[in-house]
């Protein structure tokens, strides 16, 4: 491998090989790469695009950095991703909506980062629960249960693994061609017949424009397709959380109480959307709305709840958690109702720094290892366009401790403008399908 003119090319402005990325990416998995070098790297790639060819090549090569899987299942092998936002636990009630249409679901999901939740985490909240399968148990639960959600082996995507860390100390993160590769990289190791994007925009979103998302969405569309996934994505908004909670534990009783029944609304309405987009790419509907039906009634019939509480069950948590989950989720010691000082209209919201309140009462990491606390968050927020009498709630804190609650009540208070009227942006801004 040589590594020195790999670089070099990059300095130059060209675009590397193929061959010298796989071996560049199986480097970064073994080592052989320096921190150093992988650093270069790096930032080559952030200052000079590797253009449409490059970046595949760049996905394939770290996705053959480790081991991929392949399956020999009844029905197709599909998968969501989210680029991350508040209150999103879509993937909860997308993926067992999936199985009860006929597909397979091993999901490959991420911890918490910067303000955003992590599926992984809010999984955790539930007693007992593990999401560091071995690779035979994964392939074991997915033939059995039809639906597995955990993380990442040490052997999925190495290079990726390595890259990232580098990537967060040289300030290269927000590389288009980076971040496509890191995304994919995973996701395609994981053998998947089809894939749904979810791009978030917005206030609570790592892409604050509708504009932003939208490259970022067409990068990761036509690098899937390009890879040979069948991918589209849909831009939806961030600017207020998806669901009314943010939190581990508040999140999943609000992936619960869609799963059973109790409760529609945008996480409803967006999950059955982007589960409707994979369906027709991976052959289970003719149409998206055929798809959006297929979604709709394996949730409303209760086959997705029965099919969540199989793989719970299958991952060490409760056999009865879809009739018991609200006795069996922790609960913070503290709880505190946000009052707005004024009467209005409710116009917009500071999404990251809602996120970050939930953070700092200890829904999420400040470092690696920090411990979360489950039960802690904010829940009952007020929506976009709500109009509020004085001293109405806007909001409902979780937390460990009374001086936590009021300090994450004041960012609340200052995050949640009041005023005379607004025009909340759709819940769906856009699909990309090239």
Known sequence: ?????????????????????????????????????????????????????????????????GDCL????????????????????????????????????????????????????????????????????????VAEVGCAIVGATGRIAPADKRLYAVRDVTSTVDSLD????????????????????DVKWGTGAFMTSPEAARGLAQSLVSTANAAGCPTTALISDMNQPLASAMGNA????????????????????????????VLVSGGLAQTVAQGVTQMQTAITSG???EVFERTIAAQGGPRRFASEWAALLPEATVIQEVYTPEAGVVTAMDGKALGSAVVALGGGRLVETDQVDPSVGISDMVRLGQRLDRGAPIARIHARTEAEADRAAQVVLAAVQIGEAVDPAPLVVERITA
Request: proline share 3%; with cysteine; aromatic share 2%.
């Open 303 to 305: 086959a997705a709840a």
């Open 1 to 65: 491998m040589d590594t020195r003119g790999l670089l070099s090319d990059l300095r130059a402005g060209r675009v590397p090989a193929s061959d010298d990325l796989r071996a560049f990416a199986r480097g970064l998995g073994t080592g052989e790469v320096s921190d150093a070098q992988a650093g270069a790297f790096a930032m080559g790639v952030c200052l000079g695009a590797l253009g449409q060819e490059g970046r595949v090549a760049l996905t394939l090569a770290m996705r053959d950095s």
């Open 250 to 277: 508040l999140e999943i009783a609000g992936a619960m109480a869609v799963l059973t029944g109790a409760a529609r609304g945008p996480l409803f309405d967006l999950s059955c959307a982007l589960g409707a987009e």
């Open 70 to 141: 392949s399956w020999d299942l009844s029905g197709p092998v599909l998968d969501k991703h989210s680029t991350g936002g508040l209150g999103d636990c879509t993937s909860l009630i997308i993926a067992p909506a999936l199985v009860a249409c006929g597909a397979y679901v091993p999901m490959i999901s991420g911890r918490g980062l910067g303000h955003t939740g992590g599926t992984l985490d809010k999984l955790e909240a539930i007693p007992d629960l593990r999401t560091d399968l071995s690779e035979a148990r994964l392939r074991r639960q």
């Open 178 to 197: 980076l971040i496509t590769a890191s995304i994919l990289s995973k996701k395609l190791a994981a053998g998947l017949g089809a894939l749904v994007l």
